[in-house]
């Protein structure tokens, strides 16, 4: 059992740090900590995937010498997931961030469950 | 005819490339380019659904240079083009029920950015129903989840951004757990194409190497889809979100977006896993019980509310509950019924939610059903469709409500297991009395006449109003009355899924 989480060492990081991402997604009140969790979350995926597609002793699937022996090179598939992963999360970031701005402009909060209630306050008047 | 199989991709990428397009124009040339970009994918949509409905197989098309299993494909097959075409129509019609509160609720140098996320929305339902890769399945879910937050907060009211937040909270955890889903499945399997995929499971499972981390990504696969379609507990984000939007946010939320998602579940049921194998690892079991659960608590919760926007928004908590049921119990029958429900629910609700707008006048402070009473008087035609709608969510002959009510127990009465059949039966008759309490509660209200006629506010009922109800009023009688071919082309479709 020790043996199999020390020899895949990678998995258990990438699990442990989408914890702590979706934890704080999930369970902060700050807008930009839930947004910095999200990072963690979407970049404990990306070391996932990367660790997945990782060979030993290998390079990086770019054929610069123009050789192209796959044996030579590791999985390319999995970077590809990761770049298209980020690309994904950066927007999705962006927007979250831009939502948080607007929020802040109005109510002067980060906190969402103040923004919450002062929401439900403007609805009452 | 084989030019017809080019048709799905030119559909995705029309409405794809449309959305860019749409940000230099001007409000009125971004909305001429959506109607015409929604009515030409329906137009296309048809000809593939007439193709496959000829040829009676399903087709799949190779994407780029690289043949399966590396490249990426659509596959077309009757359920995936009669459901693409249903939700072109679905959402031309709930644009031009809701094209005056759109018009009045945005402002004009605005108004392009709401046609280009219906667009990106549009672009994202075509490709999540015709799609056979998960990895491509997901960035559509993503594009999918960023024009829906738009539609939500276009209106820009506190209470829509705060909706909105919540709205991308919920869904990015949700899209975190399919990511990863998706990842151990890549993982154990090596495959990102459905069918190489299904192989790599169906060997996996024999050998009985790699079951855990099979068992834990479809749960979380099911868990992500089921936060993003709001199923019971993770409904949390929904009210706000269907409540207050703008009429066509409201209308094309609430029956397209997350049945574009439920319509990836199937598909990961049906291609990916197959169903004994979801049998034997028991998520069907946990799904059937959060619908059961769905069904009741959304309606619960829909009778305590005083705002009827709110209510028909929990109503879809209890609707999405019914479809859910469907899978959960996870037979032929049982699944047919759920897509049936999806189309009905679809009809249904953007019906009710564009009614619901013309009788408040698209102001959510007169949503309130102290003020709607004696609404139907004011506006005649959105009157009878918000009863109409009604009257289907109900579940009355002749609409479809009723028909995919009778589906589900026909299903149920089908089931080995007598236990889960009486429970099924049960749910089905208790929802029904739920929703009968606050719908038909509802209807009479807005037909009671006021006393005093001097504290109504007035409406007014436009042609697009009158188009877009009557419409969907003939749809959901479509639908009620003639289930018959509809039920076997998802029989069809489901067959060769």
């Not at chain 1, 999930?26 to 070391?47: E, F, H, P, R, S």
């Not at chain 2, 309606?299 to 928004?313: E, K, L, N, T, Y």
């Not at chain 2, 059903?369 to 004011?378: H, N």
């Amino acid at each position: 059992m020790f043996d199999e989480l020390i020899h895949n060492y990678l998995a258990v990081v990438s699990m442990v740090l989408f914890g702590i991402g979706f934890g704080n997604l999930l369970l902060q009140k700050n807008l930009i900590k839930k947004i910095i969790g999200m990072n963690i979350m979407d970049t404990a995926v990306y070391l996932f995937l990367a660790s997945m597609g990782y060979i030993s002793g290998r390079l990086a699937p770019i054929a610069t010498d123009g050789n192209t022996d796959p044996s030579r090179y590791i999985n390319p598939i999995p970077s590809g997931l990761v770049l298209t992963g980020i690309v994904v999360s950066v927007s999705v970031t962006a927007l979250m961030l831009a939502l948080t701005v607007r929020l802040y402009r109005r109510y002067h909060s980060l906190d969402i469950d103040a923004i919450t209630l002062m929401v439900q306050q403007e609805h009452r008047e | 005819m084989d030019w017809i199989r080019n048709l799905p991709l030119i559909a995705i990428l029309l409405s794809m490339v449309s959305g860019p397009v749409s940000s230099v124009l001007s409000g009125r040339a971004a909305r001429r380019v959506s109607f015409f970009v929604v009515v030409t994918s329906g137009i296309l949509s048809i000809l593939v659904f007439w193709y496959v409905l000829r040829t009676g197989e399903p087709f799949t098309y190779k994407m780029g240079a690289f043949p399966a299993p590396f490249g990426n494909e659509i596959r077309v097959g009757v359920l995936e083009a009669m459901t693409a075409t249903f939700f072109c129509f679905i959402m031309l019609l709930s644009l031009i029920g809701g094209y005056h509160f759109t018009a009045a609720d945005i402002a004009e140098d605005r108004e392009n950015l709401f046609y280009i996320l219906i667009n990106l929305l549009l672009a994202s339902l075509l490709a999540l129903i015709y799609t056979n890769d998960l990895f491509t399945g997901y960035v559509f879910i993503e594009i999918n989840t960023i024009s829906a937050c738009g539609l939500i907060m276009i209106r820009g009211w506190g209470r829509n951004l705060l909706a909105a937040v919540k709205y991308m909270i919920m869904s990015l955890l949700g899209s975190g757990l399919l990511l990863i889903a998706i990842s151990i499945l890549y993982g154990i399997t090596g495959h990102l194409l459905m069918e190489p995929m299904h192989e790599s499971i169906v060997d996996i499972v024999r050998e009985g190497t790699y079951t855990e981390p099979l068992t834990v990504a479809v749960g979380l696969f099911c868990v992500g889809i089921a936060i993003k379609s709001a199923l019971f507990p993770f409904h949390s984000w929904l009210p706000d979100a269907y409540g207050y939007s703008t009429c066509a946010s409201s209308a094309i939320l609430s029956s397209l977006v997350s049945k574009g998602y439920i319509f990836l579940l199937i598909k990961f049921f049906y291609r990916v896993i197959g169903t004994d194998i979801i049998r034997s690892i028991q998520v069907d079991d946990v799904l059937f019980v959060f619908g059961i659960a769905g069904m009741l608590i959304g309606s619960m919760s829909a009778i305590q509310q005083p705002d009827v926007g709110r209510m028909i928004a929990f109503s879809s908590v209890a609707q999405i509950g019914y479809i859910y049921m469907g899978f959960g119990i996870n037979t032929e029958a049982g699944v047919i019924a759920s897509i049936f429900h999806i189309l009905a629910h679809a009809a249904g609700k953007s019906l009710l939610f564009v009614s619901l707008n013309g009788l408040s006048g698209g102001n959510w402070e007169n949503m309130n059903y102290r003020k709607l009473r004696g609404a139907a008087y004011r506006n005649r035609i959105a009157g009878v469709g918000f009863a109409v709608g009604s009257l289907s969510m109900v579940g009355i002959p002749l609409l479809a409500g009723f028909t995919s009510k009778v589906y589900f127990a026909q299903a149920a009465f089908a089931l080995p297991s007598r236990s889960k059949m009486l429970v099924m039966l049960v749910a089905l008759a208790v929802s029904t009395i739920l929703n009968a309490m606050y719908f038909i509660g509802q209807t009479i209200n807005i037909y009671t006449p006021l006393q005093r006629k001097d504290t109504a506010f007035s409406v007014k009922a436009g042609k697009a109003m009158w188009v877009a109800v009557v419409s969907f009023i003939v749809i959901n009688l479509l639908l009620g009355i003639g289930s018959e071919p509809i039920f076997s082309w998802i029989q069809t479709g489901l067959s060769r899924f």
